[in-house]
């Protein structure tokens, strides 16, 4: 997950592996991979244009296809990215789906539309509506403390499961810690439970009081997978299949018990090893990210899973408006609910993690949906390679709502934007797993 950091990959931030696999969980993280480095299909910088009150969005006629093809070829080109896939609906005016570059290096394969990809922190997005279904179950509460369900969490008693969630709860990202990094990199098939994962976030204390301020940290989403497991009766992903991807009809998303990775599905790479050295990612033991930023998914059902967990579709209308309760990050035209973000207008979560990130997000204002996986978490100029694309596409797509997250920062336990992180992956970025 590059650590999940993407919201940050996995949501984290972004280092040398060790904390560069916390960085792709963030992500995946979401903010952490906003790209400032987007470009128009002439190759200069995308500009921010500025938003007026009613949105539009281009018809995806040939020529603005065309646009696409170029701008998307020059940032694979640009960033070194291998390959990537693209998807962009919108009602009424057209699809683009495409699929460009390798989906494995050695054999030159192409990359396809119908691959499965790790995605890192956008795992978020799922485990958190697993324990929002169980809100509406009423077999938890928002507001309940974490220390009603999980034992030992530093000022656990203060800290809300709400609050988890939004990523407001100060505690420390275990994928910033550097004996995890040391761990994970040593072994990058070890098979890590989450008690042990914990472990290494509650050896540092707590760094702010809950509800202070917005840090995105992948500790907040292991806690919750545990809710999760104790208010159900299930586990994690028995849950995940029960609650969420069976009533979405997502058959090929799952949430894989160990490095199972089921075909067809794309190689991933990473060069963010101690050494620098590129390293082939696909089979990489996903259990540091867990909750985080465990999930595999592609193109199709991450189309479907933009919108359901963007209009609330499995949720209460007013536990989805809660949802949608946008908080101030710190990041310019971004705010984090719970498990998902607002960028720009788009709404949803990126992913990052050791060979993979990722964006899937909704706006509403046009029902359009963009989904972008591509087979690297390898960063351009500070910025999550995924970001990049995504800059590029809404430019010229959608000028009025130009996806941007900044460049993440040097700890993965803030998002620089998974969210989502990638890791996930993926950033806000995160790359959580």
Request: hydrophobic share 35%; proline share 7%.
């Amino acid at each position: 997950m590059s650590r999940t950091h993407t919201w940050h990959r996995t949501g984290y931030g972004r280092t040398r592996y060790g904390r560069a696999a916390a960085v792709t969980l963030a992500a995946a993280g979401l903010l952490a991979a906003a790209a400032c480095t987007g470009l128009t299909s002439s190759g200069s910088p995308a500009a921010h244009p500025t938003a007026t009150s009613e949105p539009s969005a281009r018809s995806l006629d040939p020529a603005v296809s065309q646009r696409l093809d170029k701008a998307i070829t020059q940032v694979l080109r640009q960033t070194g990215v291998p390959g990537v896939i693209v998807g962009v609906w919108q009602p009424g005016k057209g699809d683009y789906i495409r699929a460009f570059g390798v989906a494995d290096k050695s054999s030159g394969k192409a990359m396809s539309q119908d691959l499965r990809m790790r995605i890192g922190s956008e795992t978020k997005t799922f485990t958190v509506t697993a324990l929002l279904r169980l809100v509406d179950e009423g077999k938890v509460g928002l507001d309940d403390p974490i220390s009603d369900y999980v034992d030992g969490v530093p000022n656990g008693e203060n800290i809300t499961l709400r609050q988890l969630a939004e990523m407001r709860s100060g505690l420390y990202s275990y994928t910033d810690d550097p004996a995890f990094d040391k761990a994970l990199m040593a072994d990058p098939d070890r098979v890590f439970t989450p008690q042990q994962l914990l472990d290494y976030a509650f050896d540092h204390p707590v760094g702010f009081q809950p509800g202070e301020k917005f840090q995105y940290s992948n500790t907040n989403t292991i806690l919750l997978g545990l809710v999760i497991e104790k208010a159900s009766g299930r586990s994690l992903r028995e849950d995940l299949d029960r609650s969420v991807l069976g009533p979405a009809g997502l058959d090929d998303t799952l949430f894989p018990e160990g490095a199972e990775f089921p075909e067809p599905h794309a190689q991933g790479y990473t060069d963010q090893t101690p050494d620098g050295e590129e390293a082939n990612a696909t089979d990489w033991d996903p259990s540091w990210a867990w909750a985080a930023g465990a999930m595999i998914s592609d193109l199709q059902d991450l189309r479907e899973w933009a919108r359901i967990v963007a209009t609330g579709t499995l949720l209460k209308p007013a536990t989805q408006a809660q949802r949608l309760r946008m908080l101030p990050t710190g990041f310019p035209g971004t705010g984090y609910g719970l498990g998902i973000f607002e960028n720009h207008g788009w709404i949803g979560h990126n992913g990052s993690l050791p060979g993979y990130q990722s964006v899937t997000v909704y706006l509403p204002e046009t029902k359009a949906t963009m989904v972008i996986l591509t087979n690297t978490d390898n960063p351009y100029q500070g910025s999550e390679n995924s970001t990049v694309f995504a800059k590029a596409i809404t430019g010229i797509v959608t000028p009025e709502n130009v996806y941007s997250l900044p460049p993440a920062p040097a700890s993965s336990a803030q998002p620089t934007a998974s969210a989502a992180s990638s890791g996930a992956s993926g950033s806000a970025e995160e790359s959580a797993g």
